[in-house]
């Protein structure tokens, strides 16, 4: 069993709908949650960081930690076709950690 | 361009070569990254360096992976006699590692092709 569970996809949304993306984890010692967003032929970015439970907003973006289900979420509103991309979800168990574990990445296209 | 820059992009070759990727981090990084991104999966951990000291290296990289980090400036990640299950995007990243997020900054990766 994998660390971090995610569902590969892939979504395809129309232009303006909430894109729901969530993934599991099995390490209970996981502190930060992050959400990378991966262009096609690009490297990852950072799109959201969060630590312990609850909600994080930022623009169009909501990210969820439930800790005691081990799950989080990110929650895209108004999506966008530029929103098309893969999103990994990240974890690690201290800040500045140097290793962060990825879940596979979910694909998303938004469709104009 | 002051972000991670790695070279090449796409390198393509035969079984049992050696092949060579380089990263140039963010100048002001102390910490240097690298991951392997199959596809269809998430980037795996590697190897990190702080300055040039590597403190920190995967069980996935094998006796023929070998990674430098002269001078704390650019590294290069070198894999001997190649095997076709090598095939895979190598990705660099650099950070402060301070802040509040702890940001990884990728570079846009190296893709391996062994034939």
């Known amino acids: 069993q994998k660390e971090v569970e995610q569902d590969p996809g892939p979504l395809s949304v129309p232009e303006g709908a909430i894109v729901s993306l969530n993934c599991t984890y099995s390490?209970?010692?996981?502190?930060?949650f992050m959400w990378y967003r991966q262009y096609s032929r690009k490297g990852p970015e950072l799109l959201m960081y969060t630590y312990s439970s609850g909600n994080k907003e930022d623009g169009r973006f909501t990210a969820q930690v439930d800790k005691s289900s081990k799950y989080i979420s990110l929650f895209i509103r108004d999506s966008q076709p530029s929103d098309s991309a893969t999103y990994l979800c990240a974890m690690s168990l201290r800040l500045n950690d140097y290793k962060l574990s990825f879940g596979a990445g979910t694909t998303v296209t938004v469709r104009a | 361009d002051t972000g991670v820059s790695q070279d090449p992009r796409h390198k393509i070759t035969k079984r049992g070569q050696n092949v060579t990727f380089r990263c140039d981090p963010i100048s002001e990084h102390n910490r240097l990254y690298w991951y392997r991104q199959t596809l269809g999966q998430g980037p795996e951990f590697l190897t990190y360096?702080?300055?040039?000291?590597?403190?920190?290296k995967s069980r996935l990289l094998s006796d023929r992976f070998s990674a430098e980090r002269p001078k704390g400036s650019f590294s290069t990640l070198e894999i001997q006699r190649t095997e076709q299950g090598d095939s895979a995007m190598y990705l660099c990243?650099?950070?402060?590692?301070?802040?509040?997020?702890?940001?990884?900054?990728f570079g846009e990766g190296s893709r391996l092709t062994v034939l």
């Open positions: 360096f702080q300055n040039e000291a590597q403190l920190e």
């Open positions: 390490n209970s010692a996981f502190q930060y």
């Open positions: 990243a650099s950070s402060t590692g301070q802040g509040h997020t702890g940001e990884l900054f």
